[in-house]
Nanobody
């Protein structure tokens, strides 16, 4: 069993930055594929970024490439999402998720564990 707790959300002006953190419990964190998803009001949950167990392989949705960076620290059981050059369309609740398979990293149905979410609001 893995429990995920996100932090770092908030209100920021367009062009600003935020760093989200997701702290995981459990001894098997380093074996999990980790990802960030987001959900805006009235929209489906969408994949934002994913990272494999080693931190070597990463993947991003086109809308955030070049602006967001996902990373992990297996010694601290934590995954991060550095968000720069934020835009109003980035406004959403951001969720951390854990799964076993990197090939299905973009499919929210393939994730076993989810955090409670953290709100990110970008004002124009």
């Amino acid at each position: 069993q893995v429990q995920l707790v996100e932090s770092g959300g908030g209100l920021v002006q367009a062009g600003g930055s935020l760093r989200l953190s997701c702290a995981a419990s459990g001894r098997t964190f380093s074996s999990y594929v980790m990802a960030w998803f987001r959900q805006a009001p009235g929209k489906e949950r969408e994949f934002v970024a994913g990272i494999d167990w080693s931190g070597v392989s990463t993947d991003y949705v086109d809308a955030v490439k070049g602006r967001f960076t996902i990373s992990r620290d297996n010694a601290k059981n934590t995954v991060y999402l550095q968000m720069n050059s934020l835009k109003p369309e980035d406004t959403a609740v951001y969720y951390c998720a854990a799964s076993g398979k990197y090939y299905s990293r973009r499919d929210p149905l393939r994730y076993d564990y989810w955090g409670q979410g953290t709100q990110v609001t970008v004002s124009s």
